[in-house]
């Protein structure tokens, strides 16, 4: 039985890939085999040593300690494009909210509920409705920073909408790439995106390079009539650069799914409350992937969307399958072929790849190892963690 802890409301879509013949699921576990969380934020107080690994119901994982998790053995996983499309829509919103008088038009709608006659009403709207006359999308210019899944998405329904669209992306997978239409101008520095762009849609991670990335120096560079976007992640942005350019009038409005103090109550700034993803479909569609991605982990050692593993799959064949992580250095395989060797343990199948400072490792072999081939294994060093599965 694997002992599953969740973190955040999971949708109970995802959580019924995990049968319950094979998984106990619970916000509450003293050792649990994993945890599948959405932006709770975890420390690694929470990660018991039984922990093998943590998957994320969404794309950002900020949330979780990553490089504390790779120095454990565990993977990481998220859910990439599984809530794009829920991200693309409310973009598009966010870009008419900012564009015309829609919130304010509405608020002010909302004064008259004492009038009883109609038809003074409407002469009464006609009259007032110049104050929330607005600008349309069409032949403007939307700057898309970061042109993954939610980006490559925005960039087409700019397209769509009749806007020219510009993109930067400085580490755009080749994948990436395909998707994007051709139409989409890319520029060569961020820099030169602000300079051109009407609206501006950020689509990063927050990462050391893209911290406070949107700072005072590249919002002296834009046009006044800029709408700057970001559903992306607080911290990509500094808010009191943001707060200077909009009282400068270097600034014409920001929208954003993260409120702070200082941006709300402004007529110049648009918040939601980190809404996102927050669809029935996009919630259905991460649950199912990270429930998924962790099944085929804790049952099989597969590692797909993991953000800080190699991705590996190998078929189930007979025989018991030893899963290793190590560190990334030469030698260790040997050393572990040699145990099972010694053992006389054949070796029916394996895979090996790595990815930055760690290397994975599935291996099946005809016969299951004893706890002691299992322990020297475990004592060769830079291995950091042996799993049998069944
Ligand atoms: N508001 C929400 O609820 C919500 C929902 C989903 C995702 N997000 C945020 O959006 C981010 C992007 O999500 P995604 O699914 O498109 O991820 P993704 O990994 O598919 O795409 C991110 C893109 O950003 C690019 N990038 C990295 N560094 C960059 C830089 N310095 N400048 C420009 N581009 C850079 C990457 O190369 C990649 O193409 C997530 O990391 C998350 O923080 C927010
Ligand atoms: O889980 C959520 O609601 C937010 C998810 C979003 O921020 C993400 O990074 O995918």
Redesign the pocket.
């Known amino acids: 039985m694997f002992k599953v802890l969740t973190r955040n409301q999971i949708s109970v879509k995802g959580l019924d890939r995990l049968p319950r013949q094979q998984y106990e699921i619970a916000s509450e576990f003293s050792s649990p085999d994993a945890i599948l969380l959405r ?1 709770h934020k975890l420390t690694m107080e929470e990660v018991s040593p039984s922990v093998m690994a943590i998957a994320r119901a ?5 949330n979780i300690p990553v490089a504390d998790c790779t120095s454990r053995g565990i993977p990481v996983f ?1 859910t ?5 499309n ?2 693309k829509e ?1 973009v598009i919103a966010g870009m008419t909210l900012g564009s015309r008088g829609i919130l304010n038009g509405m608020d002010y709608v909302n004064t008259l509920g004492d009038m009883t006659d109609g038809a003074e009403m409407s002469k009464l709207l006609e009259k007032e409705k110049k104050r929330f006359k607005g600008q349309e999308l069409m032949g403007k210019t939307l700057g898309v ?9 925005v960039a087409r329904a700019g397209l769509d909408l009749g806007m020219d669209v510009i993109g ?6 080749v994948d ?1 790439a395909w998707r994007l239409p051709s139409s989409v101008r890319r520029m060569e520095n ?1 820099a030169s995106l602000f300079a051109r762009a009407d609206y501006i849609s ?6 050391d ?2 911290r406070g ?1 949107v700072n005072a120096e590249l919002l002296s560079n834009c046009k006044p009539t800029l709408k700057l976007l970001n ?3 607080e911290e ?1 942005v500094d808010n009191a650069a943001i707060i200077e350019a909009l009282d400068a009038g270097r600034l014409e409005r920001y929208i954003a ?2 409120p702070a103090p200082g941006l709300i109550g402004r007529d110049d700034v648009i918040l ?1 409350p ?5 669809t029935d479909e ?1 919630e259905e569609n991460c649950a199912i992937m990270a429930a998924e991605q962790l099944r085929d982990f804790l049952e099989n050692g597969n590692i797909k969307n993991s953000v800080n593993f190699p991705a590996l799959a190998l078929e189930r064949s007979e025989g018991t399958r030893i899963a290793i992580s190590n560190n990334n250095v030469p030698k260790i395989l040997g050393h572990v072929l040699s145990a099972l060797a010694d053992a006389d343990l054949n070796v029916i199948d394996m895979l090996n790849k790595s990815r930055d400072d760690v290397a994975y490792n599935l291996i099946d072999v005809a016969v299951a190892p004893s706890d002691d081939v299992i322990a020297r294994i475990r004592g060769i060093e830079g291995v950091i963690n042996v799993r049998v599965i069944a």
Request: no cysteine; aromatic share 6%; charged share 5%.
């Open positions: 932006s969404g794309a950002g994982v900020n998220n990439p494009g599984a809530n794009a829920a991200v409310l920073v970061g042109l993954g899944a939610i980006g490559s998405l930067y992306d400085p580490a755009l997978s990436a961020i950020l689509h990063l991670p927050v990462l390079a893209t990335l559903f992306a992640r990509i799914d993260f939601m980190h809404i996102g993803a927050s996009a």
